[in-house]
T-cell receptor
Framework: NAGVTQTPKFRILKIGQSMTLQCTQDMNHNYMYWYRQDPGMGLKLIYYSVGAGITDKGEVPNGYNVSRSTTEDFPLRLELAAPSQTSVYFC?????????????FGSGTRLTVV | QQQVKQSPQSLIVQKGGISIINCAYENTAFDYFPWYQQFPGKGPALLIAIRPDVSEKKEGRFTISFNKSAKQFSLHIMDSQPGDSATYFCAASIYTSYDKVIFGPGTSLSVIP
């Protein structure tokens, strides 16, 4: 099993550019999440999804959009990149909607906005 | 009330020593406390977790100690090994909730030979 796969691993964007961070899981997990990780700040939830067609905002959703057309894929869209979006982005999934089962994280996408 | 504090920010331990990382939370509704381990270039991975009905949980060399009255919990790594060198995140959440996992800022652990 590949688990949670994120692409790309690294990306440099110019201010105002757009991009999509891809996330795919092959574990048939219904629940998927996007986090950003900033130095010394822990992980902040951006968006999450409880199933195909259902998404909701997390703690820091501004500047991002998501969609969930299939169980496997949960892409994160940045429309107008800003330096404040420089971060490492992690996608995660879980089998049930309970944090008690733990999350499976991808390896992350390191994004730099210049 | 949603914050999880974690200390120290970084830790250097000799091989064979004990590594101790401390966390504190404020929201008394939290009832699940996992620890995640993250190696460079990788995503966090669930290491061990505890619920407030017990004061300690041990899995191999890793032990969580939990103090409900003080709203604190800690990770102890016994006989620390160089392979344990990683960043450790504590977290707190409501067990039945999928969106309210609050992570601490992380501790970078280096175990030197």
């Amino acid at each position: 099993n590949a688990g949670v796969t994120q692409t790309p691993k690294f990306r440099i964007l110019k201010i105002g550019q757009s991009m999509t961070l891809q996330c795919t899981q092959d574990m048939n997990h219904n629940y998927m999440y996007w986090y950003r990780q900033d130095p010394g700040m822990g992980l902040k939830l951006i968006y999450y999804s409880v199933g195909a067609g259902i998404t909701d905002k997390g703690e820091v959703p501004n500047g991002y959009n998501v969609s969930r057309s299939t169980t496997e894929d949960f892409p994160l869209r940045l429309e107008l990149a800003a330096p404040s979006q420089t971060s490492v982005y992690f996608c995660a999934s879980s089998y049930v909607g309970s944090s008690g089962y733990g999350y499976t994280f991808g390896s992350g996408t390191r994004l730099t906005v210049v | 009330q949603q914050q999880v504090k974690q200390s120290p920010q970084s830790l250097i331990v000799q091989k064979g020593g004990i590594s101790i990382i401390n966390c504190a939370y404020e929201n008394t509704a939290f009832d699940y406390f996992p620890w995640y381990q993250q190696f460079p270039g990788k995503g966090p991975a669930l290491l061990i977790a505890i619920r407030p009905d017990v004061s300690e949980k041990k899995e191999g060399r890793f032990t969580i100690s939990f103090n409900k009255s003080a709203k604190q919990f800690s990770l102890h790594i016994m006989d620390s090994q160089p392979g344990d060198s990683a960043t450790y995140f504590c977290a707190a959440s409501i067990y039945t909730s999928y969106d309210k996992v609050i992570f601490g800022p992380g501790t970078s652990l280096s175990v030197i030979p």
